[in-house]
């Protein structure tokens, strides 16, 4: 995963400083993979340690590792294309972001009701969604029909969330969805394709998986194991954090 993606991927961690020193290292690559760390941090009047904690931000061990992963790219290693299934598994492991999926587990325990939507193809993985969550203990709905989820966005309240899952993250119902939940102050948790799109925009809280869009005689034959690969993550943790409640409440 590239620098730039990497920004995208932990954008939440990042401050202003962070930001325009990602923008210098995509923007002058060769010359960054030949200076020190302090030769980097003297252009920004900052200290060695902030570019120590910004490559910890973005993943990286460390800025060494950062500019290692910077000369692989200008040397074209790494740059293959695929739509392969075990390609977007791989890469849907490398979006994986724990910190998040905790933050995410803590939130669903935490809340008072949480509603499942998607639309089409994803709406299986929303009723499988809501099983899982209920599982755990939380009260859970997914909606097969909009005007359903427009009647639950309309009496929803601030300690709810809602979890919208989306391959493009631009369709018109799930947009239409975050707008209402966003009026009722309702926490959004987005489920996108890993890239810039409207409703990781408005979300509160952004996971992704890695699945480009695929049509065969236009039907859209998109990837969906990626999907289900994320929302098994995010089930694991949320019951790990369930079963942590429990232990703390009624120890043995």
């Known amino acids: 995963m590239d620098i730039q ?18 923008e210098y290292i995509v923007k002058n690559k060769e010359c960054v993979i030949k200076m020190s760390i302090q030769m ?3 252009k920004f009047y900052t200290v060695p340690n902030t570019i120590t904690r910004l490559s910890k931000k973005l993943g990286y061990d460390g800025f060494s590792q950062l500019k290692n992963t910077l000369k692989e790219d200008v040397q074209g290693e790494v740059r293959e294309q695929d739509s392969t299934l075990q390609y977007n598994m791989k890469r849907t492991l490398d979006l994986v972001d724990r910190e998040m999926l905790r933050k995410v587990a803590d939130k669903l325990k935490d809340s008072r009701h949480i509603y499942i939507f998607g639309v089409g193809d994803t709406v299986p993985f929303c009723e499988i969604l809501s099983t899982h969550i209920k599982i755990g203990g939380k009260s859970a709905e997914y909606f097969l029909h909009r005007h359903d989820a427009v009647y639950a966005m309309n009496h929803a309240k601030s300690q709810d969330v809602l979890i919208l899952i989306s391959m493009s993250g631009e369709t018109r119902q799930i947009m239409e969805m975050a707008g209402l939940a966003k009026e009722k102050g309702v926490t959004i948790v987005s489920l996108t394709h890993f890239t810039r799109n409207s409703l990781e925009s408005e979300a509160d809280m952004r996971l992704f998986f890695y699945s480009p869009k695929k049509m065969l005689e ?35």
Request: net charge negative; charged share 20%; no cysteine.
């Open 218 to 252: 236009n039907y859209n034959i998109s990837d969906k194991t990626p999907v289900m690969m994320i929302m098994q993550m995010l089930s694991n943790t949320f019951w790990e954090t369930h079963m942590l409640a429990l232990s703390v409440s009624h120890p043995v």
């Open 40 to 42: 980097l941090a003297k």
């Open 5 to 22: 993606a990497r920004a995208h991927k932990y954008e939440y961690k990042l401050n202003d400083t962070d930001d325009e020193i990602i």
